[in-house]
Nanobody
Framework: QVQLVESGGGLVQPGGSLRLSCAASGSIFSINVMGWYRQAPGKERELVATTTSDSRTNYADSVKGRFTISRDFANYTVSLRMNSLQPEDTAVYYC????????????WGQGTQVTVSS
C-alpha cells in the first residue's frame, strides 16, 4: 500500500506565498512522476505542475512564473512553492504520483486547502 500525505496549506492574503509538500510512503520500488493538481468549488480538478524522474517539469499556464515544483525522488517527496497568490488560486490542492510497487499505478493524496483572501 502507498500513501501520499500533503502539508502546508492554509489561508494567505493576495500576493502572499505558501509552500506545499507531499511525501509518499509504503512499498515503493520507484516513482516516475509526481505532481500537484487542484480543484476549486464547482470546477473540475486541473493540473498545476508535474515533475518527472528525468527532471522534466510542466506547469499550467495560469501558474507559470509564480509556482515552482521541486522533487526529491530518492526520498519520495515533492514540493510546490507558490508565490504571488491570487484569489483564483483558492482550491484544494492534491498530490499525485506514478508509483511502481508490483505494477505501475497512480496514487492521490487526501488534499490540502489553500485559501487566498484578504
Amino acid at each position: 500500500q502507498v500513501q501520499l500525505v500533503e502539508s502546508g496549506g492554509g489561508l494567505v492574503q493576495p500576493g502572499g506565498s505558501l509552500r506545499l509538500s507531499c511525501a509518499a510512503s509504503g512499498s515503493i520500488f520507484s516513482i516516475n512522476v509526481m505532481g500537484w493538481y487542484r480543484q476549486a468549488p464547482g470546477k473540475e480538478r486541473e493540473l498545476v505542475a508535474t515533475t518527472t524522474s528525468d527532471s522534466r517539469t510542466n506547469y499550467a499556464d495560469s501558474v507559470k512564473g509564480r509556482f515552482t515544483i521541486s522533487r526529491d525522488f530518492a526520498n519520495y517527496t515533492v514540493s510546490l512553492r507558490m508565490n504571488s497568490l491570487q484569489p483564483e488560486d483558492t482550491a484544494v490542492y492534491y498530490c499525485k504520483a506514478g508509483v511502481l510497487t508490483t505494477r505501475w499505478r497512480e496514487y492521490w493524496g487526501q488534499g490540502t486547502q489553500v485559501t487566498v483572501s484578504s
